[in-house]
């Protein structure tokens, strides 16, 4: 079984910036990413990560303005988002593969474990 904790959704002005942590427990995790969803809609990809770091995926709504890392010696992977927009409102779910080649995915049903979600709001 492996858990994973969001943290750092908050209420920021359009412009602004928020950096959201997800820390995974109890198994080693591969591939790592960030989706996000509204009320009435469908979970939708943001960004990915691979299991060594070296290549990551995005979203076309937020490249250039969101840049996911992570830190395997923490087991923990990180969304920065900058230059935030009122449409960038949504729950934000961090999602972990524990099986496979490890490589970036922005396929839901490639992720076996999800975390319970992180509100971020972004006010015009």
């Known amino acids: 079984q492996v858990q994973l904790v969001e943290s750092g959704g908050g209420l920021v002005q359009a412009g602004g910036s928020l950096r959201l942590s997800c820390a995974a427990s109890?198994?080693?995790?591969?591939?790592m990413g960030w989706f996000r969803q509204v009320p009435g809609k469908e979970r939708e990809f943001v960004a990915a990560?691979?299991?060594?770091?070296?290549?990551?995926y995005y979203a076309d709504s937020v490249k250039g303005r969101f840049t996911i890392s992570r830190d395997n010696a923490k087991n923990t992977v990180y969304l920065q988002m900058n230059s935030l927009k009122p449409e960038d409102t949504a729950v934000y779910y961090c999602?972990?593969?524990?099986?496979?080649?490890?490589?970036?995915?922005?396929?839901?049903?490639?992720?076996?474990?999800w975390g319970q979600g992180t509100q971020a709001t972004v006010s015009s």
């Open positions: 999602a972990a593969s524990t099986v496979g080649a490890g490589t970036a995915s922005s396929q839901k049903g490639y992720y076996d474990y």
């Open positions: 109890g198994r080693t995790v591969r591939a």
């Open positions: 990560i691979s299991w060594l770091g070296s290549n990551s």
